[in-house]
């Protein structure tokens, strides 16, 4: 049962990534990754039930309550502010951007192989769509020209580390998870004040434009 | 409380009363003293180690040893040469009023702070302590970087941000995994993390886990250490920030960010064997002195060409850990020793004459500063002389022992292929020091008139590092030869 | 009387006391920048004692045939000791440095306060010791890491006094242009170096250079190695590209030290390693010391011929005499490498000869080229003329530097060369099979070299200090003081002297010669006392003195029979074939070579270009320009093409940093993807 | 060193031996002139004829350009002592030369260099166009002569295996002359050289004064009286010296290698001879040639290079 649950989210978290991909509107971007955390959430929940490990409690609210809620709040209202919704044309159009995506997730897959001697299929699965997750979410990283596109991927990234630590490992020590948590939140605050500034320098969020210092 | 906490909240209260508004003598007086402290502290520490004590706080999560110190000790040196400097170049700014109080409040803040963000790194023996430092070290570098508040600054600090958090997400990924090759054995709670504990119990660990996890640490670590191919940010940053947190940069969290590599590869050395992380950063390190080569040769801009010579350094120490030879080892560390004294220099006369022509690049510099910025120019020449690794200079000797122990060891090609690469860079750094140094005064019809050169704070520095980094050459303080021994031992006999 | 227990303590700390020295002439120099005058004389005198020092060492070694040992410093960092040890060979070298250092640190004192802007004086007396304190590191250094300093240090301080001028762009690049071929060739040596000292698992000489380290293809890549790196500072040709452009943008008495003993740094490697460091020499390595040492000889002199620029011209006769030192090793080579001891002696006597002589007329030459520079302010040969008018002395003196250095009797040229012939004759009579013709060929070759220094030189003497000045600067020259001239006559009595009692300098070499492994102390060479003789009395000798006395009551006669008591000389113009002669219709220098320049027009391969000029119409010519140039051959399609490609290669490269954060984004994701995929085959 | 008596005796034998080379130098000349009369048919000068003129020139007033300077006065007086010191080195009567204990060879060839170094350089003192066209023809010719000539001379020197003129003189006599096909290609070489060296056709003519083809005249053009009398004899000197080497070399027969009054008898017939024999062979070549343009030599000499090398290889391998 649990395993379906875990199994379940998981997949979902990676077709949410998926749909990023294919996704251009801003808003609809940013719930995806809501989603995406909330997925972790869950995720995280269960392995806390299944292996009575109640310091995920911990992990699975600082989930809901920043990467749900706050960060795309904060996103959401920077995007406000700006006004612009829309990505433009990436650097790959969707289809061969799905393709690439896919080849990703069997490198992923594959390298996940390595888990099945020791630990549990479960295990394997969540590091494979861990890894895939991490690849796609950089894969996003590179192909978008929105500031805000490249933090969520970002992001995306960052949950499938997180997906990792709450799937693979007996949880971190506390202290190094709040203080990863709050790292993050930092760092995404950092990310959205620089997003502002360069709007407000460039009138633009495309930051395909910052290419000024070569050589 | 003990030392080494001393050694970390020194620089956090500099950081905030720099922060805070107040007159300018006040603010230097605290920067400049605050950080002699903390370098006294760092010294302190040091000998407290060497005295035989590990000092430690946080039930180990923060340990000192041989490594640590040594990477403490020439942070809070470098710290301190470069708050110094910091004070010479803000005056220099601010006699051309380009300063305003948010610069300053931010200048005085975040060059203490990013301080203790290295200390702190080099300090922890906790992986995920660790994690969280070097991503503090990131966030403190930020808006130095931006300080300028140039269209290219943005620039450089948005890549710099992205990459930099890309690298630590892959980083604490590679903590994770490591950790979880460690389920079990390592047991619960802060100690879990701890570096010493996986020492302990490297026998048990899952290879294929650990495998993954060093792959990803290194990835992630090596961007914030900028090895090749993650080094693409670190020209742009240097070129954007000013030079007294360029040196931050180029000295402490370049060492920092190897040293968090060193720990890693030491965990996995341990566990699987020397070849796994060797190979890697071999590679790494060979790759990176190779990327350097040839934007050396088409640099330009000052400052970036100095990036270059930090990637080039970098690849360096990296190929003498990757080399797998007690003698490269210490050649390595000897090498981050001898780079740590002699970057500073290079930085501080590059930096004054691109403050007194008011850019960087080389165009607007214009040739034969000789004869406009004689001791600059002087000091600058020398610098490279030193960085190039010519004899009779420290770099010299540290590279020959890596060379050595290369042409003996199992690697000889990839030894010759750094040598040729150290050739070609030599050359590329005469052609473009020669470029800027010697030459034709600068014709009077062109109407941007560079400052006159002045022997001030900044210069001072400037001067002493150079001093120090000759001297250096002939005579290490034993304490620091001690250091770099037991440093040895450390990342050789492993622990 | 000295008393010889504290001159023994002297000796003992001499060489460490010199560089000594050195060091802080160039501390205190650096320091006096604002005082030139002071700076000149701290320096040229350090330096002056200095070399005193380390000659007086050498000249013990050399009578004693011991070697003094001894460290020089210990790098505490890495643990490398710096040790030295002057061998008999380091001594013959560190000789000769001495020889010259010391007279042209006197004319320097003159002539840097003309030649020398006041500001740049600190700049160049502090690098003028760099130099040569590195070049003596060099030839005493017991161990890799010190003779690697010393040669860093000797390259770099030579780079900066090539820079002196730095605001004319052909020096600044002469001086890129060394270093960056010098730096080719170190790291050619470190890597030679390298691979030797793991092989013995030391980096003492004595360790590495016992000649059995490596075996096999290692042995003949480390030998390619090494001769690459001495090769460039010996300046052989193909990589002599550097030469002639430092040589001459350095102020002139430095231009003689790098010609008279910078490039002995490169001979003494070449000898120290490649001939004898390496164990029983190969067939082919002499091969290709002898063939490279011949095409030097003649290209260098090909060259010399048609410089007007007279240090230019200078430089590529250095060449040229760098590479007859090079032919006689090769020699000694291929004796050792058939085992002939003897002959080897002689070879080897033979090169190091030259190498002294080579020393003392070329820094002659040199000084004498400065002293015009200095009179005339240009260095073109067609700008001198009727010099030995104004300037009698400095012209007698560069007459008999030319004299020697185109090797005639009665000078110190002859001997050398004269020894060298006997090598290769012998070496010809003694060998069998094939290879034998080698030996008359490069005799043969060696003949035309000389030939044709003889005729370089009579045009560098003639069109520069003979008949009308050429140009008003020539009219108005001035002789130099005579401070600047003692050091050109002490060089011009050496030459003399040592051409007429070569047997002096034998006696010295045999002992030096004794110490090379595979040479034996050889039979007889000196003959008569004062003449030489290829071992083999019976094949030849020669007595120069003797034939001195022969050639003086030629001349004695000569005068006598012309001597006319009470009839005065008559003096009329010349005639200048009807019209008035002016210096224009003189012959000039570039007249003087083009017959050669046609005969060569295969190795020159000379572009020529004549535009007339015409008012009125093409029928009434007013003025016809006339240029001609050689092709520099080795510039343009060898390193031309090569930096060329580096560069392209360079900013190809350019594309990698293009300023797109996706591009760097990707290299990251690459990266992680290669990795795990290999990661995932490991499992 | 040797003893002051052998010392004494050598200098005396040299004085003697120069002495009569010099004494005889003006008639080669002559006879040559003659020679090549008669072959066109001219009555040509008296035999005397060389001797009539150095004594005038001699007897002139010295005169010289006002604008040369000493080097100019130095010049045909070193290439005269350099001509008459060399001829000590060579065997004429005797199977040993008067001074070969002071250098064989090499110090021959270079003697002769000295002298052409020593005439070149003073040819371009007087600011003449002509001086400066003939030193640089000559220094040129000379250059190209060198290997030539020298390989020539190994080849016969190797073969005796030594390269003092005494010592080989007397080893080619105690082996018999035996006439290898070595020595005819080395001779054919070095008489092309010799042809070079003493300035004739078909590199140089003597006797014209014709701007463009002169050489060795040129570059002596504008010497007068006693200075051009030490020229003229020094030159006839060193081509009598050049036949007398080949004569060694090749056909030493009949040297005396005695005192005993008719050996001496016999051999300075002999020398006479074979002096004068090559005298008509020069003669001859001379006559039935036409001058070479100075960009045709190379050719010339690259020919007898090739027969000396040859010489050596057919020898040797």
Same mark, same amino acid.
């Given at each position: ?142 192909? *978008? ?29 506390? /202290? ?7 790292? =993050? ?15 407000? *320098? ?14 | ?34 950080? &002699? ?9 040091? #000998?407290?180690?060497? $005295? ?111 990459? $930099? ?24 709670? !802060? ?11 490297? @026998? ?6 650990? +495998? ?101 350094? =970098? ?20 090498? !981050? ?49 030193? /960085? ?108 | ?44 005198? &350090? ?47 560190? !000789? ?7 007279? =042209? ?56 006094? =090539? ?5 004319? +762009? ?53 030998? %390619? ?46 000898? *120290? ?47 040229? #005499? ?89 000078? #110190? ?45 009579? +045009?560098?003497?003639? /069109? ?85 006395? %022969? ?18 000389? +008559? ?78 290669? %360079? ?33 | ?73 130095? $010049? ?68 190209? &002569? ?16 030594? !390269? ?17 096909? &070595?020595? /005819? ?20 003519? @003597? ?111």
């Amino acid at each position: 049962m649990t395993a379906n649950v875990l199994i379940l989210s998981a997949a979902g978290m990676l077709v949410s990534a998926y749909l990023m991909v294919g996704q251009k509107a801003l808003f609809t971007t940013i719930r995806l990754y809501g989603l995406q955390s909330l997925l972790l959430a869950i995720v995280a929940t269960t392995m806390a039930v299944s292996e009575s490990r109640p310091e995920l409690f911990v992990t699975a609210a600082l989930t809901v309550a920043f990467k749900t809620i706050l960060i795309p709040w904060f996103l959401m209202r920077t995007v406000d502010r700006i006004g612009i919704h829309r990505e433009i044309e990436p650097f790959l159009n969707v289809p061969v951007s799905l393709l690439v995506c896919l080849g990703l997730t069997v490198v992923g897959y594959r390298v996940s192989t390595g888990f099945e001697e020791g630990a549990q299929q479960v295990t394997h699965h969540l590091i494979g769509v861990a890894l895939s997750l991490l690849l796609i979410g950089l894969f996003l990283m590179v192909t *978008r020209k929105k500031a805000i596109t490249q933090i969520l991927a970002l992001l995306t990234v960052e949950n499938a580390v997180f997906l990792v630590a709450v799937g693979v490992t007996t949880g971190m020590p506390l /202290i190094v998870e709040f203080g990863i948590a709050f790292d =993050v939140i930092l760092a995404v605050l950092v990310l959205g004040i620089l997003v502002q500034r360069i709007v407000g *320098r460039f009138e633009s969020m495309d930051v395909s434009r910052l290419s000024n210092l070569k050589g | 409380m003990n030392l080494l906490l001393w050694t970390l909240v020194v620089p956090l209260l500099t950081a905030a009363i720099g922060g805070l508004g107040g007159p300018r003598p006040f603010k230097e007086a605290t920067m400049a003293g605050g950080l &002699a402290l903390t370098f006294a502290l760092c010294l302190a520490t040091a #000998n407290q180690f060497l $005295g035989g004590g590990t000092p430690a706080a946080f039930a180990d999560a923060l340990r000192v040893d041989g490594l640590s110190a040594l990477v403490l000790v020439l942070c809070g040196f470098v710290g301190l040469l470069s708050g110094v400097y910091g004070i010479g170049y803000l005056r220099r700014n601010e006699a051309r009023g380009l300063v305003t109080s948010r610069m300053r409040r931010e200048f005085y803040g975040l060059i203490p702070a990013y301080v203790f963000a290295m200390l702190l790194v080099s300090a922890s023996n906790n992986l995920g302590v660790m994690w969280i430092a070097v991503e503090l070290t990131t966030l403190a570098s930020v808006f130095l970087i931006t300080f300028h508040d140039r269209d290219t600054s943005l620039e450089a600090a948005w890549k710099f941000l992205v990459l $930099g958090s890309l690298g630590l997400a892959f980083a604490l990924l590679g903590t994770v995994l490591v950790f979880a090759s460690g389920q079990g054995s390592l047991g619960e709670g !802060m100690g879990a993390l701890h570096w010493t504990r996986f020492m302990q119990v490297t @026998p048990e660990l899952h290879p294929f886990t650990l +495998r993954l996890g060093v792959v990803f640490a290194l990835i992630g670590y090596g961007t914030k250490a900028g090895l090749a191919p993650m080094h693409t940010w670190k020209p742009d940053a240097y070129r954007e920030a000013p030079s007294p947190a360029v040196v931050l940069m180029a000295v402490g969290m370049l060492n920092g960010a190897l040293y968090c590599v060193l720990r890693i590869h030491l965990i996995s050395k341990a566990s699987l064997g020397p070849e796994f992380s060797e190979g890697l950063l071999l590679t790494l390190g060979l790759l990176s002195v190779l990327i350097a080569t040839p934007f050396v040769l088409i640099q330009w801009n000052i400052k970036r060409l100095l990036a270059y010579s930090s990637i080039e350094h =970098v690849g360096i120490m990296a190929i003498g850990v990757g080399l797998g030879a007690q003698a490269a080892v210490f050649g390595a560390l000897l090498h !981050m020793t001898y780079h740590s004294l002699a970057k500073p220099v290079a930085l501080f006369s590059a930096g004054t004459l691109a403050q007194l022509h008011s850019s960087s690049n080389f165009d607007r510099i214009g040739q034969g500063t000789f004869t406009r910025a004689p001791v600059a120019s002087a000091v600058f020449v020398l610098a490279t002389a030193i /960085i190039t690794g010519s004899p009779p200079f420290g770099l010299f000797f540290s590279e020959i022992l890596i060379l050595r122990a290369g042409f003996s060891g199992s690697h000889p090609t990839a030894t010759a292929v750094f040598l040729a690469a150290l050739i070609v860079l030599f050359c590329g750094f005469a052609y473009q020091v020669g470029h800027l140094v010697l030459g034709p005064p600068r014709d009077p019809a062109d109407r941007r008139v560079p400052q006159p050169e002045r022997f001030d704070i900044g210069m001072a520095t400037a001067v002493a590092a150079a001093v120090i980094a000759v001297v250096s050459a002939f005579y290490l303080p034993a304490p620091l030869m001690a250091l770099i021994r037991a440093a040895t031992h450390v990342v050789w006999g492993g622990g | 009387m000295v008393d010889t227990l504290n001159v023994d303590g002297l000796v003992a700390v001499g060489v460490p006391l010199a560089l000594a020295i050195r060091l802080t002439s160039v501390v205190v120099t650096l320091m006096l920048a604002r005082h030139a005058r002071a700076c000149r004389w701290v320096a040229l005198g &350090a330096s002056t004692a200095a070399s005193m020092m380390t000659a007086g060492v050498a000249v013990r070694v050399i009578e004693s045939g011991r070697a003094i040992e001894g460290t020089l410093f210990r790098q505490a960092a890495s643990e490398t000791v710096l040790g030295y040890s002057v061998t008999p060979l380091s001594a013959w070298f560190l !000789m000769v440095l001495g020889l010259i250092a010391v007279p =042209v640190a006197l004319y320097s004192a003159g002539y840097f306060a003309h030649a020398v802007a006041r500001p740049r004086t600190a700049a160049v007396g502090a690098a003028v010791n760099a130099m040569l304190g590195g070049i003596e590191v060099v030839f005493v250094a017991d161990g890799v890491i010190a003779f690697l300093c010393g040669w860093e240090v000797m390259t770099l301080g030579t780079a900066a006094l =090539v820079a002196t001028e730095h605001q004319s +762009r052909q020096s600044r690049r002469a001086a890129y242009l060394f270093l960056a071929m010098s730096h080719v060739g170190t790291g050619c040596l470190m890597a030679g170096f390298m691979i030797l000292a793991s092989a013995a698992g030391s980096l003492s000489f004595p360790a590495i250079l016992s000649g059995h380290v490596v075996s096999g293809p290692v042995r003949h890549g480390v030998f %390619a190695l090494f001769f690459i790196g001495f090769g460039v500072k010996a300046g052989l040709i193909p990589f002599h590209v550097w030469l002639p452009e430092a040589h001459p943008a350095a102020p002139s008495s430095v231009s003689a030290f790098m010609s008279a003993v910078l490039i002995t740094a490169g001979i003494y490697g070449l000898f *120290r390693v490649c001939a004898f460091g390496l164990g029983t020499p190969d067939v082919n390595w002499a091969l290709v010391f002898m063939s490279v040492g011949t095409l030097s000889a003649i290209l260098g002199v090909l060259y010399a011929l048609t410089q007007t620029d007279i240090k230019r011209l200078l430089a590529y006769s250095t060449i040229e #005499n760098s590479g007859i030192i090079s032919l006689g090793l090769g020699t000694a080579m291929m004796a050792l490498a058939d085992g002939r001891s003897t002959l080897a002696t002689v070879a080897a006597t033979a090169s190091l000869m030259h190498v002294l002589n080579h020393a003392i007329f070329k820094g002659l030459l040199f000084l004498g080229a400065g002293s015009v520079g200095m009179a005339t302010g240009t260095r073109h040969i067609e700008q001198f003329g009727g010099l030995l008018r104004p300037m009698p002395w400095t012209g007698l003196c560069f007459l008999v530097g030319a004299l020697a250095i185109s090797g005639l009797p009665l000078l #110190n040229g002859f001997p050398s060369e004269w020894l060298t012939f006997q090598a290769l004759l012998l070496g010809f009579s003694s060998t069998p099979g094939m290879i034998r013709l080698t030996f008359p060929l490069a005799a043969a070759l060696l003949a035309l070299t000389s030939a044709l220094a003889a005729a370089c030189f009579v +045009r560098a003497f003639g /069109i520069s200090f003979l008949a009308l000045p050429r140009s008003r600067a020539a009219s108005e020259a001035h002789e130099s003081p005579v401070f600047m001239l003692v050091p050109l006559g002490f060089l011009a009595t050496l030459c003399v002297v040592l051409g007429l009692f070569p047997g002096g300098v034998l006696r010295a070499l045999e002992g030096i010669t004794a110490s090379l492994p595979g040479l034996q102390p050889p039979a007889a060479m000196v003959w008569d006392g004062l003449g030489m003789s290829s071992t083999l009395t019976s094949f030849d000798h020669v007595v120069p003195a003797m034939f001195g006395l %022969a050639v003086l009551s030629g001349l004695i006669v000569s005068t006598a029979l012309t001597a006319r008591r009470g009839v005065a000389v +008559r003096q009329a113009p010349t005639w200048g074939c009807g019209g008035e002669l002016t210096p224009r219709s003189e012959y000039t220098a570039t007249a003087f070579s083009k017959p050669l320049l046609m005969i060569f027009g295969a190795v020159y391969r000379p572009t020529r270009q004549v535009d007339a000029l015409a008012e009125v119409s093409p029928y009434f010519v007013d003025e016809v320009r006339y240029r001609t140039e050689i092709e520099p051959t080795f510039e343009r399609y060898f390193y031309g093409p090569l930096v060329r490609g580096v560069m392209q290669m %360079a900013r190809g490269m350019k594309v990698l940093q293009a300023g797109s954060l996706h591009a760097y984004l990707a290299y990251v994701l690459v990266l992680a993807v290669i990795l795990l995929m290999w990661l995932g085959g490991t499992t | 060193m040797m003893s002051m008596q052998d010392a004494l005796l050598a200098a005396g034998a040299a004085l003697l031996h120069a002495g009569g080379l010099l004494a005889v130098a003006p008639l080669l000349k002559t006879v040559i002139k003659k020679m090549k009369a008669r072959l066109q048919n001219r009555q040509g000068p008296p035999l005397l004829q060389g001797y009539y003129d150095l004594a005038k020139l001699l007897r002139k007033e010295p005169l010289r350009s006002e604008v040369a300077s000493w080097v100019y006065v130095a $010049g045909p007086r070193v290439y005269f002592a350099a001509a008459v010191a060399a001829t000590t080195l060579v065997p004429v009567v005797f199977a040993a030369a008067p001074l070969e204990a002071a250098g064989g060879i090499l110090l021959l060839v270079g003697t002769l260099a000295l002298g052409r170094f020593a005439l070149a350089t003073a040819a371009l003192d007087t600011g003449s166009p002509f001086g400066g066209m003939g030193a640089s023809r000559d220094m040129t010719i000379a250059a190209l &002569a060198e290997p030539a000539l020298m390989l020539g001379l190994f080849a016969s020197a190797l073969a005796a295996g030594s !390269m003092n003129l005494g010592v080989l003189v007397r080893t080619l006599v105690q082996e018999g002359v035996t006439l290898h096909p &070595a020595d /005819i290609l080395a001779f054919a070489g070095l008489f092309m050289i010799v042809i070079a060296e003493t300035g004739r056709i078909p590199v140089d003519n @003597p006797a014209t004064h014709l701007e463009l083809t002169m050489i060795h005249e040129a570059m002596v053009l504008e010497y007068a009286g006693p200075d051009l009398a030490l020229v003229e004899w020094a030159s006839a000197v060193k081509e009598l010296l050049y036949l007398t080497l080949l004569v060694d070399l090749f056909m030493p027969v009949g040297i005396a290698t005695s005192a005993a009054p008719q050996a001496v008898l016999v051999a300075i017939v002999a020398w006479v001879g074979k002096v004068f024999v090559l005298a008509v062979a020069v003669t001859v070549v001379e006559s039935t040639n036409a001058k070479l343009r100075l960009f045709r030599v190379p050719e010339l000499v690259s020919i007898s290079l090739g027969l000396a090398f040859l010489a050596l290889a057919i020898r040797f391998l």
